[in-house]
């Protein structure tokens, strides 16, 4: 569905945070193998609650996450159709997020709104598809797949005793000069898959919709690489006691503030990592979800 009203020349400081499924590929690696050298895909899924096309948009990211554990899928929620239903997972940073997007994106897009749109899917900032599009999606993460990841990310999590707080500590390593002395986002976003939220009013009113991977909490900040040594970068998390913390999983991904392209991502469940993980097993949680 198309934005109803376009936010003209809304930005976000620092450039923002910037069938056929069957065939996906579930490439059975050692943990140290994946972590150190398979590229891990991120798909992002810009949707709303108010919109009706977006359930199906939806339901695609969950059948394209189960499938193939190469992805690390976030649904980011944009608040610009909160009337007269309220997403109850929309943030404005998400709009600006996609807003940014918008702006950064060099290949063909629609004249009248661009990338403005929901539902709309991003693989790994390099490639737009409507979110309703198993075949196209899946044919631009084979693409993402097949390129070399130009960093190295090696993901520590440490919960509190209790569960509802952690923090996670995020060291970036240069693989290409591709991710060198050029500003990245290091983003950490957290999620809780499978919710259920009972529609009351809008385009979606009376149906009980199930989120997939909805963005709970994200956090970011921009690093620089100068090939020499790695960049450590963390964040703090805290959890509610309602949210089903099996669901509960941390995505981190690399993006170049420049052109959007996503060097790598991780995806790992909400526990702490082994105190005596390699930085190969620690990595290997990006690479080996286990749902």
């Known amino acids: 569905m198309v934005r109803r009203e376009l936010l003209g020349a809304l930005s976000i400081t620092a450039a923002g945070l910037v069938g056929a499924i069957g065939r ?20 992002e899924l810009y949707t709303s609650q108010g919109c009706d096309m977006c ?8 059948i394209l996450a189960e499938r193939d554990r190469g992805i690390v ?7 610009y159709f909160n009337d007269p239903w309220k997403d109850v997972f929309s943030d404005p ?8 997007s918008n702006q950064l994106y060099s290949k063909p897009k629609n004249p009248e709104y661009g990338l403005y749109c929901t539902p709309m899917l991003m693989i790994d900032g390099q490639q737009s598809v409507n979110g309703r599009d198993p075949a196209s999606a899946e044919a631009a993460i084979r693409q993402a797949q097949a390129k070399k990841p130009a960093v190295r990310l090696d993901v520590a999590l440490d919960l509190s005793r209790d569960g509802l ?15 060198e002395k050029s500003p990245l ?18 385009e979606n009113a009376g149906r009980s919709l199930v989120a997939r991977f909805p963005a709970r909490q994200t956090k970011y900040e921009f690093i620089e690489l100068d090939g ?7 964040f703090s998390f805290e959890i ?26 991780a995806d790992l469940p909400w526990r702490s990592t082994p105190t005596a993980a390699t930085p190969a097993t620690s990595t290997a949680a990006a690479a080996s979800r286990s749902r």
């Open 73 to 79: 899928p976030i649904a980011f929620h944009v608040d």
């Open 228 to 234: 020499k040594s790695p960049a450590t970068q963390g």
């Open 93 to 100: 940073l998400y709009s600006q997020r996609q807003m940014t």
């Open 240 to 265: 509610e006691p309602t949210w089903k913390r099996p669901n509960v999983r941390l995505a981190v991904f690399v993006q170049d503030k420049r052109t959007g392209v996503v060097h790598q991502a």
């Open 185 to 202: 986002l290091v983003c950490a976003v957290l999620r809780e898959d499978g919710v259920v939220t009972h529609i009351s009013s809008g």
């Open 55 to 62: 359930p199906t948009a939806k339901k695609l990211l969950g």
């Open 165 to 179: 707080t952690g923090t996670a500590t995020i060291k970036v390593t240069s693989r290409s000069t591709r991710a």
């Open 24 to 43: 996906a590929a579930r490439a059975d690696h050692s943990a140290d193998e994946r972590g150190r050298s398979q590229r891990m895909v991120l798909v």
